[in-house]
């Protein structure tokens, strides 16, 4: 009986009996298991914008061009193929439409002399500074829409504009706009602007683009009797009945 026990009392034994330490991973493997780093990836910085560069005016009477564009439309306008042009000539330019022209900026030698100058229409561009147009007192029609533009402060002695577009630039604060009163048409579809208020002074106002921006209130306007139509499409507007009245349109589509 013994003989047949002690046996079984040997297996129990070796089964009891703890394996054996198993080697240790080897740096590499450890390198490969190791569990990702917990550091945050930083955000892309953004590419600020080159700096305004405005360049030295040839000094006189005679005005040199920077943009073939511009003079093109220049001549068009004084009936003037070929001579040199006086700022004396430029002064008497009524209107410029540069529509079909993507400029980089404004010449600060050619638009500071637009002295009578009613219209401005540029195009899609890379316009960034407005100064010089800050002395156009004469302007009431200005397009400055689809142009990097964050900044309207220059706009604030044009006190004659009528009719102002904005669209598809990148301004947000219109407090320039305050003294702008005489302003029938403003144009600001697809910017970043949010607040109204400042716009609440223009009394003859009658027709306002905010479409696709992130104006939530219309409240501002409430008092705008001359407003007909006011067109939100793609806006967030919360509460457009706030302005409602007869005579005016909200539009929504």
Known sequence: MRLRILPLLM???ACDEAPADK???SASVQAATALPSAVPTPEPKKEEPPPVVKRECKAGNVVDFADADVEAE???KLQKEKGDITKAELGKIKSLKLSSS????LDNCIFPHLTHVQGLFFGRGKIRDIEPLAELTTLLDLKL????ITDIAKLEKLTKLDRLDLGHTQIRDLKPLEKLTEITDLQLDDTPVDDLTPLAKLTKLEKLSIQRTRVKDLK???ELKSLKFVYINGAPVDEPFVIMRPGLKVVDQ
């Open 74 to 76: 220049v001549r068009r």
């Open 145 to 148: 829409a689809f142009n990097p």
């Open 220 to 222: 501002p306007l409430k």
């Open 23 to 25: 080697p240790a991973a």
């Open 11 to 13: 297996l129990a034994v």
């Open 102 to 105: 993507s400029l980089n900026s």
